[in-house]
């Protein structure tokens, strides 16, 4: 397929990054909207307590309903009604269950609110169970397996991101036995980079029986140990999670964050990388010291269009490529969602 091709295509795709905390600042969403996305997923909240994440989500709401090139999605029809019209839509989601505190009716609330993703943990246990980084690696709780009933029964997507292996595992068997999609909104196979932030080949097995999906991340750390990682790299863990699961269930999951190069400065972005270590969120021996180069050629998320034609080049058909980098969030979202 020539370049000009390839540009077409992903102007004329479906273009949905599954996990976005890049957009914590939401004077960042034109990034996204430069780069022809069609459906960003901001991180609403990480470790926040309930006040403070409805905030978050009413700063949001007041953020959408004053900027008209933007739509709250709460169906997949949300979606494609979004790229009909040219503007871009926001799927919220949680990084972690710290918001609901020890109440699931705060659930409901934050459904209403429009959130459509939450994440069980981010790194370190919870109520729910443990983290990716946590010394310990047992189950969900009986907090954490109620926690999962009631995200099916409302309908808000799991995902096993930064979560414990078997944390994760229980997860993905109570979704795929309500016959819904379980998804890594963002995670890289473990078989190409042993991270423990990535995931085993099991895991990723056990997210594509449910029609879940796994979202591949541009974060250096977690491809590789060079800190200048090539758009080449990047791809290499879609083709090998394609080749493991299938094309209907790779997606992205880039994780654009606040800390990367070059949206702050080095001494700022060090600084937020010491405080990430200091008080647990991240650890010293996992993630690597900034700076951190996002994939070249990608290094922004408004150079995306480069991926898809690197995709091209890379040999996939068309039909891959569109759903790698947005078809099939879309279809996950509906067979959750609706609509």
């Known amino acids: 397929m020539p370049e000009a091709d390839a540009a077409k295509l992903h102007r004329d795709a479906i273009v949905i990054d599954g996990v976005c905390p890049l957009l914590m600042d939401r004077a960042n969403v034109d990034w996204y909207a430069r780069g022809g996305v ?12 309930a006040e403070q994440t409805l905030r978050n989500l009413g700063g949001w709401h007041r953020f959408i309903a004053g900027d008209d090139g933007l739509a709250l999605v709460r169906a997949a029809a949300d979606i494609e009604a979004a790229k009909a019209d040219g503007r871009m839509g926001i799927v919220l989601h949680f990084q972690g269950t710290d918001p609901v505190e020890d109440d699931l009716d705060l659930l409901d609330a934050y459904h209403a609110l429009g959130v459509g993703m939450v994440q069980l943990t981010y790194n370190v246990k919870n109520r729910v169970g443990d983290g990716a980084l946590e010394r310990t690696d047992a189950g969900l709780s009986i907090f954490g397996r109620n926690l999962v009933r009631r995200c099916l029964e409302l309908g808000v997507v799991v995902d096993g991101s930064h979560t414990g292996v078997c944390t994760a595992m229980e997860a993905t068997e109570l979704c ?6 379980f998804v890594y909104s963002h995670a890289n196979a473990r078989a190409l980079h042993a991270s423990p932030r990535n995931i085993t080949d099991d895991q990723m097995r056990a997210a594509a029986a449910t029609g879940g999906l796994v979202g591949i991340v541009g974060f250096p750390g977690f491809l590789g140990d060079d800190p200048r990682p090539t758009l080449a790299r990047f791809i290499e863990f879609i083709d090998y999670a394609v080749e493991l699961i299938g094309a209907d269930h790779v997606g992205l999951g880039i994780d654009y964050y606040m800390g990367m190069d070059p949206i702050i400065p080095a001494e700022k972005a060090r600084a937020r990388y010491d405080d990430a270590v200091a008080t647990g969120r991240w650890d010293a021996d996992v993630y690597p010291p900034p700076p951190h180069y996002f994939p070249e050629g990608i290094e922004t998320p408004d150079r995306l269009a480069n991926l898809t034609a690197g995709l091209v080049a ?9 759903k790698i980098i947005g078809g099939n969030w879309l279809r996950v979202f509906r067979e959750t969602w609706g609509g």
């Open 38 to 49: 069609t459906a960003a997923v901001p991180t609403v909240a990480i470790r926040e307590p």
């Open 176 to 181: 795929g036995g309500a016959g819904k999609p």
């Open 314 to 322: 890379r040999g996939y058909a068309e039909a891959d490529v569109r």
